[in-house]
């Protein structure tokens, strides 16, 4: 399994990023899949999930990005997304890829990319 985010970078206050998370070596289209982050000195946080999708794809976010972050997915490209708006110097962390196994619970984690939210 190989998980490979990329899209990081610095973004100023009340502007944009969006990450990738390219998918290797399992079937893709049928995990469930999410983001995680941790910001510098804090835990692990949950950002946000995806369904398998298919026909219609259900997705969950934490209070602390939702109105401001989509996830999203290609299955035929193996390929998970996270579009960042609005962004606050909150959002600083280094962000993580996740394949889920149960329960919102991770097994396979990519190496991670940095946001920076910064002025």
């Known amino acids: 399994v190989q998980l490979v985010e990329s899209g990081g970078g610095l973004a100023q206050p009340g502007g944009s990023l969006r990450l990738s998370c390219a998918a290797s070596g399992f079937t893709f289209s049928n995990y469930y899949m999410s983001w995680a982050r941790q910001a510098p000195g804090k835990g692990l946080e949950w950002v946000s999930g995806?369904?398998?999708?298919?026909?219609?794809?259900?997705?969950y976010y934490a209070d602390s990005v939702k109105g401001r972050f989509t996830i999203s997915r290609d299955n035929a490209k193996n390929t998970l997304y996270l579009q960042m708006n609005n962004m606050k110097p909150e959002d600083t962390a280094l962000y993580y890829c996740?394949?889920?196994?149960?329960?919102?619970?991770?097994?396979?984690w990519g190496q991670g990319t940095l946001v920076t939210v910064s002025s």
């Open positions: 995806i369904n398998s999708g298919g026909a219609t794809a259900t997705t």
């Open positions: 996740t394949k889920v196994a149960s329960g919102w619970a991770s097994d396979e």
